[in-house]
Protein backbone atom coordinates (compact mmCIF):
# COMPACT_ATOMS: atom_id res chain seq x y z
CA UNK A 1 0.00 0.00 0.00
CA UNK A 2 1.43 2.89 -0.95
CA UNK A 3 1.20 6.04 1.81
CA UNK A 4 1.67 9.55 0.37
CA UNK A 5 5.31 10.97 1.72
CA UNK A 6 4.00 13.71 4.06
CA UNK A 7 5.33 16.12 6.40
CA UNK A 8 1.87 16.39 8.92
CA UNK A 9 0.82 19.36 9.09
CA UNK A 10 2.13 20.93 12.32
CA UNK A 11 1.61 23.19 15.18
CA UNK A 12 5.31 24.24 15.97
CA UNK A 13 6.42 20.93 16.26
CA UNK A 14 3.52 19.65 18.02
CA UNK A 15 2.28 17.27 14.90
CA UNK A 16 4.80 15.87 12.53
CA UNK A 17 5.44 12.31 10.50
CA UNK A 18 8.29 10.93 9.70
CA UNK A 19 8.04 7.71 7.01
CA UNK A 20 10.75 4.81 7.40
CA UNK A 21 8.67 3.40 4.30
CA UNK A 22 5.54 4.29 2.52
CA UNK A 23 4.79 0.76 0.71
CA UNK A 24 5.66 -1.40 -2.10
CA UNK A 25 6.71 -5.37 -1.40
CA UNK A 26 10.35 -4.29 -1.08
CA UNK A 27 9.95 -1.22 1.33
CA UNK A 28 7.07 -2.02 3.51
CA UNK A 29 5.04 0.65 5.24
CA UNK A 30 6.45 2.24 8.45
CA UNK A 31 5.70 5.73 10.17
CA UNK A 32 7.17 7.51 13.00
CA UNK A 33 5.06 9.64 13.92
CA UNK A 34 5.23 12.40 17.00
CA UNK A 35 1.99 14.10 18.60
CA UNK A 36 3.73 16.68 20.89
CA UNK A 37 6.24 14.35 23.22
CA UNK A 38 5.17 11.57 22.11
CA UNK A 39 6.75 9.26 19.73
CA UNK A 40 4.78 6.71 18.50
CA UNK A 41 5.28 4.17 14.90
CA UNK A 42 2.78 3.02 12.97
CA UNK A 43 3.29 -0.13 11.14
CA UNK A 44 6.78 -2.10 10.71
CA UNK A 45 6.22 -3.37 7.40
CA UNK A 46 10.34 -2.84 6.73
CA UNK A 47 12.58 -5.93 5.23
CA UNK A 48 15.68 -4.46 7.09
CA UNK A 49 15.73 -2.43 10.63
CA UNK A 50 18.92 -0.21 8.78
CA UNK A 51 17.25 3.13 8.91
CA UNK A 52 16.39 2.84 12.75
CA UNK A 53 19.08 3.44 14.95
CA UNK A 54 20.46 0.40 16.66
CA UNK A 55 20.84 1.77 20.34
CA UNK A 56 17.88 4.61 20.60
CA UNK A 57 14.48 3.24 20.51
CA UNK A 58 12.63 4.96 17.62
CA UNK A 59 9.09 5.29 19.60
CA UNK A 60 7.67 4.66 22.71
CA UNK A 61 5.33 2.74 21.55
CA UNK A 62 4.18 0.63 18.22
CA UNK A 63 0.96 0.06 16.33
CA UNK A 64 -0.11 -2.76 13.83
CA UNK A 65 -2.69 -1.62 11.65
CA UNK A 66 -3.04 -5.45 10.17
CA UNK A 67 -1.27 -8.55 9.30
CA UNK A 68 -0.02 -8.08 5.70
CA UNK A 69 3.52 -8.34 5.51
CA UNK A 70 3.81 -4.61 4.29
CA UNK A 71 3.12 -3.70 7.29
CA UNK A 72 3.74 -6.42 9.87
CA UNK A 73 6.53 -8.13 8.70
CA UNK A 74 9.37 -6.00 10.46
CA UNK A 75 7.38 -6.13 13.95
CA UNK A 76 9.74 -9.35 14.83
CA UNK A 77 12.94 -7.80 14.37
CA UNK A 78 11.60 -4.74 16.10
CA UNK A 79 10.81 -6.62 18.93
CA UNK A 80 14.28 -8.13 19.20
CA UNK A 81 15.95 -5.22 19.08
CA UNK A 82 14.11 -2.61 21.42
CA UNK A 83 12.11 -5.63 23.72
CA UNK A 84 10.75 -3.01 26.08
CA UNK A 85 8.82 -1.12 23.17
CA UNK A 86 5.21 -2.01 23.35
CA UNK A 87 3.41 -3.19 20.60
CA UNK A 88 -0.70 -2.83 19.98
CA UNK A 89 -2.89 -4.52 17.44
CA UNK A 90 -6.58 -5.55 17.23
CA UNK A 91 -7.10 -9.23 18.72
CA UNK A 92 -7.73 -10.74 15.31
CA UNK A 93 -4.60 -8.94 13.82
CA UNK A 94 -3.12 -10.69 17.06
CA UNK A 95 -4.34 -13.81 15.95
CA UNK A 96 -2.83 -13.43 12.38
CA UNK A 97 0.64 -11.29 12.99
CA UNK A 98 2.94 -14.78 13.44
CA UNK A 99 1.76 -16.07 9.49
CA UNK A 100 4.53 -12.99 8.62
CA UNK A 101 7.39 -15.52 10.06
CA UNK A 102 6.02 -19.16 9.83
CA UNK A 103 9.49 -20.77 10.68
CA UNK A 104 10.13 -18.90 14.01
CA UNK A 105 5.94 -18.91 15.13
CA UNK A 106 7.30 -16.35 17.61
CA UNK A 107 5.14 -16.86 21.21
CA UNK A 108 3.06 -13.11 21.04
CA UNK A 109 5.41 -10.22 21.75
CA UNK A 110 1.95 -8.01 21.21
CA UNK A 111 -1.05 -6.84 23.27
CA UNK A 112 -4.25 -6.73 21.91
CA UNK A 113 -6.79 -3.95 21.93
CA UNK A 114 -10.83 -4.09 21.67
CA UNK A 115 -12.39 -2.15 18.48
CA UNK A 116 -13.61 1.06 19.28
CA UNK A 117 -12.33 1.02 22.96
CA UNK A 118 -9.85 4.27 23.84
CA UNK A 119 -6.98 3.06 25.88
CA UNK A 120 -4.51 5.21 26.97
CA UNK A 121 -1.20 5.39 26.34
CA UNK A 122 0.18 8.28 28.50
CA UNK A 123 -2.02 10.55 30.37
CA UNK A 124 -2.76 12.91 27.69
CA UNK A 125 -2.21 10.19 24.94
CA UNK A 126 -4.64 7.98 23.55
CA UNK A 127 -5.13 5.24 21.40
CA UNK A 128 -8.53 3.49 19.80
CA UNK A 129 -9.00 1.70 17.00
CA UNK A 130 -11.88 1.15 14.23
CA UNK A 131 -12.77 -1.92 11.72
CA UNK A 132 -10.74 -0.60 8.23
CA UNK A 133 -12.09 -3.84 5.82
CA UNK A 134 -9.54 -4.90 3.48
CA UNK A 135 -8.52 -8.19 5.73
CA UNK A 136 -9.96 -9.73 9.56
CA UNK A 137 -8.09 -7.86 12.15
CA UNK A 138 -7.75 -4.40 9.84
CA UNK A 139 -8.02 -1.37 12.01
CA UNK A 140 -7.64 2.19 11.45
CA UNK A 141 -5.46 3.76 14.19
CA UNK A 142 -7.03 7.46 15.37
CA UNK A 143 -4.57 8.62 17.97
CA UNK A 144 -5.54 11.66 20.31
CA UNK A 145 -3.32 14.30 21.82
CA UNK A 146 -4.56 16.32 24.56
CA UNK A 147 -2.91 19.45 25.52
CA UNK A 148 -4.47 21.97 27.94
CA UNK A 149 -5.52 24.22 25.31
CA UNK A 150 -6.68 21.45 22.92
CA UNK A 151 -6.72 18.14 21.42
CA UNK A 152 -5.07 16.91 18.62
CA UNK A 153 -5.97 13.80 16.67
CA UNK A 154 -3.99 11.68 14.03
CA UNK A 155 -6.47 9.27 12.01
CA UNK A 156 -4.14 6.70 10.18
CA UNK A 157 -6.07 4.51 8.04
CA UNK A 158 -3.86 1.32 6.91
CA UNK A 159 -4.95 -0.51 4.34
CA UNK A 160 -9.26 0.09 4.18
CA UNK A 161 -11.98 -1.17 2.16
CA UNK A 162 -14.88 0.43 2.02
CA UNK A 163 -17.32 -2.83 0.42
CA UNK A 164 -17.87 -5.86 2.39
CA UNK A 165 -15.99 -8.44 1.63
CA UNK A 166 -16.64 -12.27 1.54
CA UNK A 167 -14.29 -12.42 5.28
CA UNK A 168 -14.40 -9.01 6.77
CA UNK A 169 -17.03 -6.18 6.71
CA UNK A 170 -16.13 -2.87 5.08
CA UNK A 171 -15.29 -0.17 6.93
CA UNK A 172 -18.51 1.97 8.01
CA UNK A 173 -17.73 5.54 7.39
CA UNK A 174 -20.57 6.15 9.84
CA UNK A 175 -18.15 5.86 13.13
CA UNK A 176 -15.43 8.36 11.71
CA UNK A 177 -18.30 11.16 10.10
CA UNK A 178 -17.82 13.04 12.98
CA UNK A 179 -13.99 13.23 13.14
CA UNK A 180 -12.39 16.09 12.40
CA UNK A 181 -8.43 15.15 12.42
CA UNK A 182 -5.60 17.49 12.57
CA UNK A 183 -3.38 14.78 10.18
CA UNK A 184 -5.30 12.14 8.06
CA UNK A 185 -2.53 9.51 7.29
CA UNK A 186 -4.80 7.53 4.03
CA UNK A 187 -4.10 4.58 1.77
CA UNK A 188 -3.47 5.68 -1.99
CA UNK A 189 -3.59 2.18 -4.01
CA UNK A 190 -7.04 2.80 -5.43
CA UNK A 191 -6.41 6.87 -6.12
CA UNK A 192 -10.09 8.77 -6.99
CA UNK A 193 -11.01 6.55 -10.09
CA UNK A 194 -14.36 5.05 -8.65
CA UNK A 195 -14.40 1.29 -9.79
CA UNK A 196 -16.85 -1.04 -10.18
CA UNK A 197 -18.52 -2.77 -7.52
CA UNK A 198 -16.78 -6.08 -5.79
CA UNK A 199 -19.90 -8.54 -6.57
CA UNK A 200 -19.74 -7.69 -10.61
CA UNK A 201 -15.51 -8.45 -10.67
CA UNK A 202 -16.62 -11.64 -8.77
CA UNK A 203 -18.89 -12.24 -11.58
CA UNK A 204 -16.83 -11.60 -14.45
CA UNK A 205 -13.29 -13.78 -12.97
CA UNK A 206 -15.99 -16.33 -12.00
CA UNK A 207 -17.08 -16.37 -15.54
CA UNK A 208 -13.80 -16.49 -17.07
CA UNK A 209 -12.82 -19.22 -14.56
CA UNK A 210 -15.93 -20.99 -15.55
CA UNK A 211 -14.75 -20.99 -19.32
CA UNK A 212 -11.31 -21.84 -18.77
CA UNK A 213 -12.51 -25.40 -17.29
CA UNK A 214 -15.04 -25.44 -19.86
CA UNK A 215 -12.36 -25.97 -21.89
CA UNK A 216 -10.27 -28.30 -19.76
CA UNK A 217 -7.85 -25.87 -18.44
CA UNK A 218 -5.74 -26.15 -15.58
CA UNK A 219 -5.75 -22.86 -13.38
CA UNK A 220 -3.28 -21.08 -11.71
CA UNK A 221 -4.10 -18.30 -9.67
CA UNK A 222 -0.83 -16.09 -7.89
CA UNK A 223 -2.48 -14.44 -5.04
CA UNK A 224 -1.22 -13.31 -1.33
CA UNK A 225 -0.92 -15.89 0.58
CA UNK A 226 -2.99 -13.99 3.56
CA UNK A 227 -6.27 -12.22 2.33
CA UNK A 228 -7.18 -12.46 -1.31
CA UNK A 229 -6.30 -16.06 -1.25
CA UNK A 230 -8.97 -16.88 1.35
CA UNK A 231 -11.48 -14.71 -0.45
CA UNK A 232 -10.85 -16.31 -3.42
CA UNK A 233 -11.77 -19.49 -1.62
CA UNK A 234 -14.64 -18.69 -0.38
CA UNK A 235 -16.06 -17.65 -3.40
CA UNK A 236 -15.48 -20.75 -5.62
CA UNK A 237 -16.39 -22.65 -2.75
CA UNK A 238 -19.84 -20.45 -2.11
CA UNK A 239 -20.67 -19.37 -5.30
CA UNK A 240 -23.67 -20.79 -6.79
CA UNK A 241 -21.61 -21.38 -10.10
CA UNK A 242 -19.39 -23.83 -8.05
CA UNK A 243 -21.48 -25.08 -5.25
CA UNK A 244 -21.91 -28.95 -5.65
CA UNK A 245 -19.24 -29.63 -8.84
CA UNK A 246 -16.51 -31.37 -8.51
CA UNK A 247 -13.78 -28.59 -9.22
CA UNK A 248 -10.70 -29.53 -7.31
CA UNK A 249 -8.60 -27.12 -5.83
CA UNK A 250 -4.87 -27.39 -4.84
CA UNK A 251 -3.39 -24.54 -2.44
CA UNK A 252 -0.03 -23.46 -1.28
CA UNK A 253 1.33 -24.27 2.01
CA UNK A 254 1.03 -20.78 3.40
CA UNK A 255 -2.16 -20.42 2.30
CA UNK A 256 -3.68 -23.06 4.08
CA UNK A 257 -1.93 -21.93 7.22
CA UNK A 258 -4.07 -19.18 6.99
CA UNK A 259 -6.58 -20.86 5.74
CA UNK A 260 -6.10 -23.20 9.50
CA UNK A 261 -6.08 -19.45 11.40
CA UNK A 262 -9.03 -18.17 9.46
CA UNK A 263 -11.09 -21.77 11.06
CA UNK A 264 -9.88 -21.02 14.41
CA UNK A 265 -11.31 -17.14 14.17
CA UNK A 266 -14.92 -17.90 12.44
CA UNK A 267 -17.17 -17.07 15.24
CA UNK A 268 -15.43 -13.37 14.53
CA UNK A 269 -15.89 -13.38 10.55
CA UNK A 270 -19.23 -13.02 8.88
CA UNK A 271 -22.20 -15.12 9.61
CA UNK A 272 -22.13 -16.02 5.91
CA UNK A 273 -19.19 -17.91 5.42
CA UNK A 274 -19.12 -19.40 9.00
CA UNK A 275 -21.16 -21.99 7.06
CA UNK A 276 -18.76 -22.28 3.99
CA UNK A 277 -17.05 -25.78 4.85
CA UNK A 278 -13.52 -25.65 3.74
CA UNK A 279 -12.18 -28.17 1.31
CA UNK A 280 -9.01 -28.23 -0.41
CA UNK A 281 -6.06 -29.85 -0.92
CA UNK A 282 -2.21 -28.12 0.74
CA UNK A 283 0.19 -28.22 -2.27
CA UNK A 284 3.43 -30.25 -0.90
ZN1 LIG B 1 -3.09 -4.81 3.43
Redesign the pocket.
Known sequence: ?PVARVMAASSGSTLACLPYGTGGDREGVCLQVRLGPHLLLLDCGLNSLDALAVDTQPAAWAICS?A?A??ARGFLALHHRYPDLPIYTSELTGALLSLNWPSEQPEPFWQTLAWRSPTQLAPDLQVQLFPAG??PG?AAILLTYQTPQRAYTLLYT??FFLSNSRLVEGLSLEMLRSLAPDVLIVEGRYGTARHPRRRQLEKQLLAQIEEALMREYSLLLPVPPL?LGQELLVLLRSHHQFTGRDVEIWVAGQVAAACDRYLNLLPQLPAAVQICPPSTTVLG
Open positions: MHHEHHLAGDG
